[in-house]
């Protein structure tokens, strides 16, 4: 994209301006992902607060906290009619066209949760449970307590199932457990969506426990030590989703506190990554609350060799929904972040929020989602559909689009450039007094008269800059956050959410920008500090785009494509020649004061 100075300006002033935009323009992609300030969540009172009756716990709680201390007795005393225990592990399939669950009724929880339209980078379907975390931390729709020993026990008990082998949704699972004394029901309903229903109770000796229904560890790709394209690891994206009184927060990876409860209302709480999520919808959203988890794995550095001695740690976070009455009925959401998917998918209650918010697209927000949506016609209605032709026509669009703009704003510093000499003598009138002087300001003044005497718009030449940055911006944080572009290819490139393996985009990137720099006349600026942008701004890009989602590279590249054509033929007009004659009589001028200069000095010395 064309990159204006400011024709307002001269020497110092305009490198100035410059210098400003080029840092405001680092510091707001160095800092995109702290736009959205991060809550922590509210930590819970300690367990032994919670079994000595604290006051304003439930009775529920209080309840599970003690619970694995009377299990052993009560089992014993317990008459051997009401026990429900299976013999042997088995196994439950449920499975529609979206998605393959795999049950098991230790525990009665999830060991594989296959997305049937979704591929993993080895090209097999993606399995979102994280087997590694699960081993250590737990499986999918297992249970939580505030108590250990009691939440082991009944996440390793052998449940009685409703079926076993392969149920096809629409469907009923249901899975029963009692040792005499504790006595626990999980039922799952399944339809043709993304969504199940569940509904779960934990007894001992009659009395309710509080139990939570947990997605402990672990969401979406397996990939957590691999790039992802944006100079991190995968599992760092993750975070923990919460939506209360109609506002989200999105609480990050360093922010969730391990065991800590957030109490409702809330409308919808769990956990997600860039592009899947597992969220709970719970039936009473005011009696509902949530358990955050925050554990750490180690995985080889190189996934290829899986070295044992050379692992790093990467955060694991998940999270558990509960209601206060110690029965939970939710619907749990297990999927992609897709826009119109989550958009079909609301809370409970009259006017309820959709899930779409579990899209984070930043500061902006609008203009990202606008994007998007214009992204998507063009691929569904015009490309073959391929999203890499979509980037390119829409980045066309766009320019031709701005270019009545760069034209107005190629006339209005040429404007600026012929009042030059007018503002010059205006400023050599007032050179005597200093900035503080009250008769600096009427010099200010003048100026300013004779520019709207003249026509001339002060900002004209910011324009483009101020409407392409945030386009730009919007970019940049939609296309590495919608699962759409996810292994989406274009030509040499395997996936336009992550960087291009071989950098070649990035390269093209330095050239084009470089060309942009040298085709854009800036007659207003000092020819030795124009050189020195038409070298750090090529740079500066080809750092942004080398390990960033190549889609943003694509756009990019092909704005400056647009841009060299058209500020080529503009250049050839009778406006583009007077600003090329206005800047080499600048740089003759320069040239000769610096010769002039220079001789003097040599003159001296003899």
Known sequence: MAE?????????????????????????????????????????????????????????????AAASGAAGAAASAAPQANVIQAQDETETTVENELYRIRFTNRG??????VLKKYKDSSGLPLDLVQQQAAKQFGYPLSLYTYDAAFTAKLNQALYVPSAKGSLASPATLSFQYSDGATTVHKTFSFD????????VSVTQNGAPVRSFLSWPAGIGDQESTQPS??????????????????KVDHVAVKKVVGGATLQGPFQWAGVSDLYFAAVFLPDSPDTASLVSFHNTIDVPKDPTKKDPNNTQAIPEIGAAMGDLSGITRARVYVGPKGIEILKAVHASGPNAPSLEPLIDFGFFGPIAKGLFYALHFLYEHVTTPNWGWAIVLLTVLINILLLPLRVSTMKSSLKMQRIQPQIAA??????KYKINDPQYAEMNAEVMALQKREGVNMFGGCLPMLIQFPLLFAFYRMLPNVVELRHAHWLWLPDLSSADPYHILPVFMIVTQFLVQFYTPSPGVDPAQQRMMA?????????????????????????????????????RTSMGQEMRDIAAKRAR?????????GAKTIAARR
């Open 589 to 597: 001028r320069k040239t000769g004061v610096s010769a002039k200069s």
């Open 229 to 246: 394209g944006r100079g991190q690891n995968n599992s760092a994206s993750d975070v923990v989703d919460i939506m209360q009184a109609g």
């Open 426 to 431: 205006i400023k050599e009138r007032y050179k």
């Open 535 to 571: 070298f750090t701004m090529p740079a500066f890009t080809g750092f942004i785009t080398w390990n960033y989602a190549s889609g943003l590279a694509l756009y990019w590249a092909i704005g400056n494509l647009i841009t060299i054509g058209q500020q080529a033929v503009m250049n």
């Open 4 to 64: 204006y100075s400011n024709p307002n300006q001269q020497g110092g002033q305009d490198m100035k301006s410059l210098m400003i935009m080029v840092v405001v323009f680092i510091l707001v992609f160095a800092g995109m992902k702290y736009f959205m300030p991060q809550k922590p969540v509210e930590q819970r009172p300690t367990p032994a607060a919670t079994q000595s009756g604290a006051p304003g716990q439930p009775a529920v709680a209080q309840q599970g």
């Open 108 to 113: 009665a929880q999830v060991v594989s949760w």
């Open 192 to 199: 043709s969506s993304y969504v199940l229903h569940a509904e």
